[in-house]
């Protein structure tokens, strides 16, 4: 999706990609009319992959590291195979959102199950875990960057194209990855002490008993208040109605949380511990 994006879409309208294919981009354009020079935008997101897969190997981990490179060499070796062609002809405006469209995709399932799709999202990923800064700001002084250089150098026309293919690849991905989105689950159980123990035999999450009675039959139960990442849905609700199928659960949206909410690096590390 993400060759496919590029070399259908963006690389022939001039509009730039995020983070390291967008670098990519402006990099072969320059090497192109100041030096004459043909490098493919294949070749230079497999260099600039190179080092970043190594620096992912140290900080971050083998798996992570290593589904993150093979995307990105896929990458690569498809923009260098596919043939550079104009699908959206001389309009611009499509060009920059089905690039941007495409583009999310590509970046979307990786982030999804759990890997990347190398270049900016390793480096990201490991200046949070070693300097405490986001994700997000990191990547948006890199897109700034690229919409800068693309302004002064290729027109502004340009940067505002991509402009519009970014903001639709970022909400390509945030539709697509919802693992930063909190649900609030209130299970209204009878069955307290079961279900308590099987969300903790499943999930690394605190739970708040709040004694309950049921208005129709008067029975008395418990309602249970558990916040948890869009990802361990599936989950919460198996083992629930696996433990009382006479259970309700209501979801909410949670907004933000404060206090103590494990990501999955801390769960992690929990999980070691107490296997060791």
Request: proline share 3%.
């Amino acid at each position: 999706m993400s060759a496919f994006a590029l070399n259908a879409f963006l690389i022939p309208g001039n509009i730039f990609s995020a983070g390291i294919n967008g670098v990519s981009q402006i990099l072969s354009l320059l090497l192109k009319n100041v030096f004459r020079l043909t490098v493919n935008t294949g070749w230079l997101i497999l260099l600039f992959n190179i080092p970043i897969g190594i620096l992912g190997w140290a900080k971050i981990g083998r798996g992570f590291t290593i589904y993150s490179f093979l995307t990105s060499f896929l990458t690569s070796f498809l923009a260098i195979v596919m043939p550079i062609q104009s699908v959206a002809g001389h309009n611009p405006l499509l060009s920059a959102l089905f690039g941007g469209i495409l583009t999310g995709i590509g970046v979307a399932y990786p982030l999804k199950y759990g890997f990347s799709t190398g270049g900016m999202d390793i480096v990201a990923v490991v200046l949070e875990k070693t300097t405490g800064k986001t994700i997000g700001t990191l990547m948006m002084v890199t897109n700034s960057v690229i919409v800068l250089i693309a302004g002064t150098k290729f027109g502004w026309e340009n940067a505002l194209y991509t402009i519009i293919s970014i903001y639709a690849m970022s909400r390509v991905v945030d539709a697509i990855h919802t693992r930063h989105q909190k649900l609030t689950a209130f299970i209204v159980t009878t069955k307290t002490n079961e279900v308590i123990d099987g969300l903790h035999d499943t999930l690394i999450r605190g739970i708040t008993i709040m004694p309950g009675e049921g208005s129709y039959k008067r029975r008395p139960g418990s309602v249970l208040m558990v916040v948890i990442s869009r990802y361990e849905l599936y989950e919460l609700e198996h083992v629930v109605k696996s433990v009382d199928p006479q259970s309700f659960v209501n979801l909410v949206n949670t907004i933000d949380i404060e206090g103590n909410f494990y990501d999955e690096t801390e769960q992690l590390k929990v999980r070691n511990q107490s296997t060791h």
